[in-house]
């Protein structure tokens, strides 16, 4: 893996590789990684950015500690000097009103920690998802063919409500116990000092299962947030192919595929609800057992006359409290090795490059655009399928205003010249250069800004037609989009949507027919208003009065214009100024339709099993 790759690819053809990568777990021959709660750092980073409310939720955290270990020192007051007192109701009166004073004080206390504390978790997690969702826009298109979007949005939904619950419930009582831990302690030995000594013997005992159990609850907890992430990616996979899933008869399959990884999800929280449980009871079992022989002692002592029944009653209660707190620290640290395998996953992502991003000083594109693409003995492989090469040598100078079509068999690296003059990648060797400037010294943006591109599938958003349309130009008013559905012959369908442009279209534009969502693609390109237009075999899927209607808007469109179309409907091309004939890679013929018709190469043999086929199936 190279220095630069954001995650390590795994080999298609090495399912188990791919599985080990997902887990976390090493390469044979790797040397393993030591999960700890190192990855909390990135956390804690986030949450001293308001270093205000931290304080509040400390100083609140403080305040309840306090008086919860001040309950047991009233309680003590009240034995001592309430009932072995003289009986005067005013004084019995007195320390009671103390007491109700602490439980009051604990009360606003745990309100203002509840709120400082949840507040600071949900605005961490608002953070980091804006981080990692920003991080993610600018990978290139070859960061999600090595790494599965379904994954990452399982990642940005299961793991950040791990990390809210961490920020906003788990530390706080991680930090409560522990300050209750030492207050208590303190005050413990402070009451009575040998039985507490005894008691201290006992911490020994209880940090070596902590350890023991807590190695391996690291490893289960990790490969149990993987399975939950991969039934999230299956359950999205499925439900976005539904009509294939039910056209195939494949509900049945996919019930029991996704029962076998709920089980395997099962079978993984098993395993670490039975080594929690047992953390939990070997640890409770050995705190609570020492108290009990302690408390035994210190009986003994009050029956004696060495310990009055107040100071008893205190350390009884104290002693509880300490126990309950390292108890509950035994569960916190399980929930705290879940949450930092889940900011580790998420830090993977915030922290990956992108491969294709703006120079250190880029280069601006002269102005006015000419609309110029040359692309000069370009070789490129895509990075998760390097053999054979996309293209191979590929030279190609396209003029301004110039419309070339570019046809070819399945494979040929059509749409790779799409995917390189957008600098969605960049070759292995030669140049792409857009108004005389190579691709790889401009921003892409910019290079993006001059484009314009409908792909062969109207690709919409979940969104209304509006929103919809005005993606080529976020700013244009609604004259200016009226005027490009026009152009691209989608202004009738749209006027009779039941709220107009204000019509939600569904999810991935469901609501709409192939031909409707291709138009307001073609409209959406048309609001771009860029001297580079790409035609990605844009009227492939319509039928016959829908292609017509597109191909009328995609003329206009064309209008002055440098124009990219790949195609396979050679009809659709006929009138280009240029047609690029390619095959594995390279250019085989070019010229127009009857230069390349009357050369008795690949086109004309591609032209006559179009052309022929109608009239050799009528006959």
Known sequence: M???????????????????????????????KRRSLGPLRMIYREA????????????????????????????????????????????????????????????????LRFYFVSWIGERVVADIRLKVHANLLRQEPGFYEENSPKEISSRMTSDTAIIEQVVGTTVSVALRNTLMAIGGTIYLFYLAPSLTLG???VIPAVVIPITVFGRRLRNVSRTSQDRVADVGAMV??????????????????????????????????????????????????????????LMWRGAVGVSEGAISGGTIAAFVITGGLVAGAFGSLTEVYGDLLRGAGAA?????????????????????????????????????????????????????????GETVAIVGPSGAGKSTIFQLAERFYDPQAGTVRLDGIPLTSVDPRDVRERIAFVPQDGVLFSA??????????????????????????????????????????????TRLSGGQQQRIAIARAVLRDAPILLLDEATSALDAESERLVQDALEQLMEDRTTLVIAHRLATVR????????????????????????????????????????????A
């Open 2 to 32: 190279s220095d630069t790759e954001p995650f390590p690819a795994a080999s298609s053809s090495d399912p188990a590789s791919a599985q080990r990568l997902f887990e976390g777990e090493p390469e044979q021959g790797a040397e393993p």
């Open 199 to 201: 008691m201290a013997l």
């Open 575 to 618: 009138a280009a100024d240029r047609i690029v004939v390619m095959e594995d890679g390279r250019i085989v013929e070019q010229g127009t339709h009857r230069q390349l018709t009357a050369a008795g190469g690949l086109y004309a043999r591609l032209a006559k099993l179009q052309f022929d086929m109608p009239q050799a199936g009528a």
């Open 48 to 111: 001293a950015k308001y270093p205000d409310k931290v304080a509040l939720a400390f100083f609140a955290l403080l305040i309840t500690a306090a008086a919860t270990l001040a309950i047991p020192a009233g309680f003590k007051l009240i034995i001592d000097n309430g009932f072995g007192g003289n009986g005067d109701p005013a004084n019995i009166g007195r320390w009671f009103r103390y007491l109700l004073m602490i439980v009051g004080v604990l009360a606003i206390g745990t309100a």
């Open 464 to 509: 209304n037609a509006r929103d919809n349309l005005r993606y080529g130009n976020w700013y244009a008013s609604d004259e200016a989009i009226w005027e490009a559905a026009r152009a691209a012959n989608a202004e009738e369908f749209l006027r009779a949507l039941p709220e107009g442009l204000d019509t939600f279209l569904g999810e991935d534009g």
């Open 344 to 400: 580790s996953r998420l830090n993977e992502l915030l922290t990956a490059s992108a491969q294709i991003a703006p120079p250190a000083r880029p280069q601006s594109l002269p102005t006015p655009a000419r609309g110029s693409l040359s692309f000069r003995n370009v070789t490129f492989r895509y990075p998760t399928r390097p053999e054979p090469p996309a293209l191979r040598d590929f030279t190609l100078e396209v003029e301004p």
């Open 236 to 293: 999205t996979e499925v439900l976005s192919a539904m009509k294939i899933v039910q056209s195939f008869n494949q509900e049945t399959r996919e019930t029991t595929r996704f029962g076998e990884a709920v089980e395997q999800i099962f079978s993984v929280a098993k395993r670490r609800i039975l080594i929690r449980a047992a953390m939990t009871s070997v640890i409770i079992l050995l705190i609570f057992g020492s108290i009990t022989l």
